[in-house]
C-alpha cells in the first residue's frame, strides 16, 4: 500500500473520530440538535468509506454499524438515549485503536465481531418492539409500492429496480426511454437510483463522473464525493456510494445532488479533485410533476438504512416476498435476534476499555499548510538560489563590495525564510484540546460529577513542538480539576452552588507568548491542608512552612510525588502529574502559576512562547565562559554603578522596584570572573566593575550581573536531554557560527 496515501488515511481518520466525538457529546447534550446528528452522521459515513477504501473490512463494518443506528436516529425511527450513546461511544472508542493499530503495525487485530453485533442488536430489539417511531412497512405498500430492496416509490412511476425518471432527450448521457403508467414518456440515467420526489429542497440534478485511469479508483472516488459534498446533498449514487468508495465501478458512476443550477454543479464537479469528465443532466421537471408520492411517513430510505432497521419484507406490485440485507443474511426474526445486547441499548455490554488508555495526545505527525504559504516559500526558495549565484560571482571575481551587498540581500531572504517557515509550522491549540471533551465526560461519569467543559481561543496558534508537548500537561491540570477541584453534586449543592461544576480552558495570546489557563469553581486549594501533607511527606519541614506565603504553598503540588489525595485511585494519588507539568514548561522555556480561593476555585496558568526552535539572545561574558540570554527576558542593560547593599544583599532600584543582583559567576562558579560587590571605589562605595542586565518584571524581578555584554544574534536552541534536562537556570545551548556551544539561561529558574 503507498505510504503517502495511508499517512493521508490516519491523518483524516485521526481528525475525523475527534470530531465525531465532539458531535456526539452536542448530541448527547442536546438530542434535538439536528445539526450534530448531520455532522456525526457524515462523519461515520466518511470512516466507513475510508476503511473500506484501504482494504480494512472489519473497521469498515463497524463504522458501517455505527452509521446504520444513527441513521435510524437520524430519521427519527430510534430516540437518542443514553445507552445508545455509550454504546455509540463504545464503537468509536474501539475505531480509535484501530486506527492508533494500523498507524503503529500497518494492519490491526482487533476482533469488532462482538462490538458489531450489539449495534445491530440494538436495532433488531427496537424494531421488534416497534418502538420509537419504527418504519410501519404494511402502510408504506398500501399507499404506493416498494422495490424489493425497500425503496419507497411514487405511485409506480418508478421501476423495481429503482431507475430515476427524468423527462427530455438525454442521447448524451446514455439514458433510456420508456412509458410509465401516467402516460408520459420519460427517460433515466442507466442506472438503480432512487430519489423521494420530496426528499430535495432545491432541485435534482444528475452527473455522471468519470475518473480516468487510477491505481486507486476506490480512494480518488471518495476524494471526488467528498468535495462535492461540502456544497451539496447527495441524494443518491449508481452503483451504491460503498461499491463506489470500494473502486467497485467501471469507467464512469452517476451522482444525483439536491441542486438548482446546472452551470454551478458542473463547474464543483469539474473543480473535483482527480475527476476528468462530467455529464450533466436536470431531473428536477419530472419529480416534481409526477403524481403524490406514496409512503412519505416511512421517510427516505436506502438498502442500508433498511437492513439497520430490520425491515425484513416489503411489498411489490402484485404480492410480496422476503428480501435479504445487503450481505446477504436472513431477515431478522420477530424477537429481534441477538442476545448480546439488550433492548436498551445494550450499555452493559459496551465496554469502555476499547478507548485510549490515559487519554494522552499523540505526537502530531502533519499539518495543514495554506496554498499562499507554499506560494511564499517557493518565492523566497528561487530568490535564494539566485541570490546564492551572484554570491559566488562575487567571490570569483574579487568583488568584495557585491559579496557584501548579495550577503545583505541574503540575510533578509533567510529572515523572511524563516518567518514563512515559522509560520508553516504553527497548528492550532484545538488539534490537542479538540479531545478533551470526551476525556471529560468519561472521566465525570466515573467520578459520579456533573460538569460542564467549556474552551475558548482554540484557534490560538503554538508551534507543533510546544503543542505536542503540551498535551500531558494539560490534560494532567484538567484531571487534577475534575478529581480535586470540582466537589460532588451533593456537595456542591450544600455550598449553595449550582450542582453541575464549571471547568474552563482559555487561552490568549500576549506579543509573542500564550497564555492557557484552567480554571474550575471547585472548593479551591486548601493551604492548611497542603502544609500537613507537606511536613507528612517530608517535602518541607514545619519552620520553612511557616515562613511560606500562600502562593508558595501552592506551588508544593507541582513537587515530585506530591500528592493530597487520601487515596490512591485510578485518577489521582500517586503524586505524578502536576510535577510532569511544572517540569514540561520550564524545558519549553515557560512558567506555570497556581491561583486559588477556598470555596470559590482554582485557575492553573501556563505561559509559553509561540516558538522555540529560534530565539534572539543577548551574549554575556562572564570570565572565559559565554552565556546567551533570551533577548525577549531583557528589560535594560546598565553598569553596576548604581547597585546598593541592603541587608547584606545587592540591589539595583528602578522606578521604585527593588531588584536583587544574581551574580552569574558565583552561580555557576565560572573561573576568572569578576564579582563586582568584592571592589569598592574609593569616595562613593559604589562598584564600577562588569554590568549589569535587568530583566523584565514579568519574568522574573532580578538583574543579571556580567563582565561583559557582547552581541545580540538569533541562534537555535536545542533543550538539554538526559541527566542534564531541569538544570536549574539553564534552558538548552545553541551552536554558534564558529562551532562554539554557548549555554542558553533560564532566568525563571536561575
Do not use: W
Not at 509573542?512 to 471547585?522: C, T
Request: hydrophobic share 35%.
Amino acid at each position: 500500500m503507498d505510504d503517502q496515501y495511508l499517512d493521508a488515511f490516519l491523518r483524516e481518520s485521526e481528525e475525523a473520530i475527534t470530531e465525531l466525538n465532539n458531535s456526539l457529546l452536542d448530541l448527547e447534550s442536546d438530542p434535538g440538535d439536528r445539526e450534530a446528528m448531520d455532522e456525526i452522521f457524515r462523519r461515520a459515513h466518511t470512516l466507513k468509506g475510508n476503511f473500506g477504501a484501504m482494504g480494512f473490512e472489519d473497521a469498515s463494518n463497524l463504522a458501517h454499524a455505527i452509521e446504520d443506528l444513527l441513521d435510524a436516529m437520524r430519521q427519527d425511527e430510534m430516540a437518542v438515549t443514553a445507552d445508545r450513546m455509550d454504546l455509540i461511544f463504545a464503537g468509536v472508542d474501539m475505531i480509535e485503536v484501530i486506527v492508533r493499530e494500523i498507524d503503529q503495525d500497518g494492519e490491526s487485530s482487533t476482533d469488532t465481531g462482538e462490538m458489531v453485533a450489539q449495534l445491530r442488536a440494538v436495532m433488531d430489539d427496537h424494531d421488534a418492539g416497534g418502538e420509537d417511531g419504527a418504519v410501519d412497512t404494511e402502510n408504506a405498500a398500501a399507499d404506493g409500492e416498494a422495490t424489493a430492496d425497500g425503496d419507497v416509490t411514487a405511485d409506480g412511476d418508478t421501476t423495481a429496480d429503482g431507475d430515476v425518471p427524468a423527462e427530455g432527450d438525454t442521447s448524451d448521457i446514455d439514458a433510456q426511454g420508456d412509458t410509465t403508467p401516467s402516460g408520459g414518456t420519460e427517460t433515466s440515467f442507466e442506472g438503480d437510483i432512487s430519489v423521494d420526489p420530496d426528499g430535495f429542497e432545491s432541485g435534482a440534478i444528475g452527473v455522471q463522473l468519470g475518473l480516468g485511469d487510477s491505481d486507486m479508483p476506490g480512494v480518488d472516488a471518495m476524494l471526488a464525493l467528498d468535495a462535492v459534498e461540502d456544497a451539496y446533498d447527495l441524494l443518491g449514487t449508481d452503483p451504491d456510494r460503498d461499491a463506489i468508495e470500494d473502486g467497485d465501478y467501471d469507467d464512469t458512476f452517476v451522482v444525483v445532488v439536491d441542486a438548482d443550477d446546472v452551470d454551478a454543479v458542473t463547474a464543483t464537479f469539474e473543480d473535483a479533485p482527480e475527476v476528468e469528465s462530467v455529464a450533466v443532466r436536470d431531473l428536477t421537471s419530472a419529480l416534481d410533476g409526477g403524481t403524490d408520492t406514496a409512503g412519505t411517513d416511512a421517510g427516505p430510505s436506502r438498502a442500508e438504512s433498511a437492513e439497520a432497521a430490520g425491515t425484513g419484507t416489503a411489498s411489490s406490485a402484485g404480492g410480496s416476498e422476503t428480501a435479504s440485507s445487503d450481505d446477504g443474511s436472513e431477515t431478522a426474526s420477530s424477537n429481534g435476534g441477538s442476545e448480546t445486547a439488550s433492548s436498551n441499548g445494550g450499555s452493559e455490554t459496551a465496554s469502555s476499555d476499547t478507548g485510549p488508555e490515559d487519554g494522552s495526545v499523540d505526537e502530531i505527525k502533519s499539518v495543514r499548510v495554506d496554498v499562499d504559504q507554499l506560494d511564499d516559500l517557493h518565492g523566497l526558495v528561487e530568490q535564494l538560489v539566485t541570490s546564492r549565484i551572484k554570491l559566488r560571482r562575487a567571490v570569483e571575481t574579487d568583488d568584495l563590495d557585491g559579496a557584501t551587498e548579495n550577503l545583505n540581500e541574503l540575510d533578509k531572504i533567510t529572515a523572511n525564510l524563516q518567518n514563512t517557515v515559522m509560520d508553516m509550522r504553527l497548528i492550532p491549540l484545538k488539534k490537542v484540546v479538540g479531545k478533551f471533551p470526551r476525556m471529560v465526560r468519561d472521566l465525570s461519569r466515573d467520578l459520579e460529577k456533573d460538569v460542564e467543559f467549556t474552551i475558548e481561543g482554540e484557534d490560538i496558534e503554538l508551534d507543533r513542538t510546544i503543542l505536542t508537548e503540551i498535551s500531558d500537561p494539560l490534560m494532567h491540570i484538567i484531571r487534577n480539576a475534575l478529581d480535586h477541584g470540582i466537589e460532588s453534586p451533593d456537595e456542591r449543592e450544600a455550598a449553595g452552588k449550582p450542582r453541575t461544576g464549571q471547568i474552563e480552558l482559555r487561552a490568549s495570546r500576549e506579543r509573542d507568548h500564550v497564555i492557557i489557563e484552567v480554571e474550575d469553581d471547585g472548593a479551591g486549594l486548601d493551604v492548611e491542608g497542603i502544609r500537613q501533607k507537606a511536613i507528612e511527606q517530608g517535602v518541607r519541614s514545619p519552620e520553612e512552612l511557616e515562613a511560606m506565603d500562600r502562593s508558595s504553598v501552592y506551588d508544593l503540588v507541582f513537587h515530585p510525588g506530591f500528592s493530597t489525595a487520601d487515596e490512591v485511585t485510578g485518577t489521582s494519588g500517586r503524586g505524578v502529574g502536576m510535577d510532569v507539568v511544572h517540569d514540561t514548561v520550564t524545558q519549553l522555556d515557560g512558567s506555570v502559576n497556581v491561583e486559588s480561593e477556598p470555596g470559590e476555585g482554582t485557575t492553573v496558568s501556563l505561559r509559553l512562547p509561540v516558538t522555540m526552535a529560534i530565539v534572539k539572545v543577548l551574549f554575556v561574558e562572564v570570565g572565559e565562559e559565554e552565556y546567551g540570554i533570551p533577548l525577549k527576558n531583557v528589560d535594560e542593560i546598565t553598569r553596576t554603578t548604581d547597585v546598593k547593599q541592603i541587608n547584606g544583599t545587592e540591589v539595583i532600584k528602578h522606578d521604585d522596584d527593588i531588584y536583587p543582583v544574581v551574580h552569574l559567576g558565583e552561580r555557576f562558579e565560572v573561573p576568572g570572573a569578576h564579582n563586582g560587590h568584592r571592589e569598592e571605589i574609593a569616595g562613593n562605595g559604589h562598584k564600577d566593575d562588569g554590568m549589569l542586565v535587568r530583566i523584565r518584571e514579568s519574568e522574573r524581578q532580578v538583574a543579571l550581573h556580567c563582565d561583559e555584554v557582547n552581541s545580540q544574534e538569533e541562534v537555535v536552541v536545542k533543550p538539554l536531554e538526559g541527566i542534564l534536562s531541569g538544570t536549574p537556570g539553564l534552558s538548552g545551548t545553541a551552536v554558534l557560527g564558529d562551532g562554539n556551544i554557548v549555554h542558553i539561561l533560564d532566568v525563571v529558574t536561575l
